[in-house]
Nanobody, 123 residues
């Protein structure tokens, strides 16, 4: 059982930055692929970014490439999402997720989820 707890959401103006963090409790964090997803009202949950267990490989949705950076600290059992140049369309609840070993972009393939943190970008 892995428990994930997100933090760092909030209200920011367009063009601003936020850094999300997701702390993991239980399980073996260093063996999990970690992903960030988001869900806006009335929309499906969508992939944002993922990072392999070693941190050597990262993957991004086209909509956030060049603006968001995913990273992890296995010593702290924490994954981060640095979000720069935020746009109003980035407004959503952001979720942290974990799955063992292999990378995936489909949210159905992730086994563990946090409760989410709200990010609101004003224009």
């Amino acid at each position: 059982q892995v428990i994930l707890v997100e933090s760092g959401g909030g209200l920011v103006q367009a063009g601003g930055s936020l850094r999300l963090a997701c702390a993991a409790f239980g399980g073996t964090f260093s063996t999990y692929v970690m992903g960030w997803f988001r869900q806006a009202p009335g929309k499906e949950r969508e992939f944002v970014a993922a990072i392999t267990w070693s941190g050597r490989s990262t993957y991004y949705a086209d909509s956030v490439k060049g603006r968001f950076t995913i990273s992890r600290d296995n010593a702290k059992n924490t994954v981060y999402l640095q979000m720069n140049s935020l746009k109003p369309e980035d407004t959503a609840v952001y979720y942290c997720a974990a799955r063992p070993f292999t990378y995936a972009t489909n949210h159905h393939e992730y086994d563990y989820w946090g409760r989410g943190t709200q990010v609101t970008v004003s224009s």
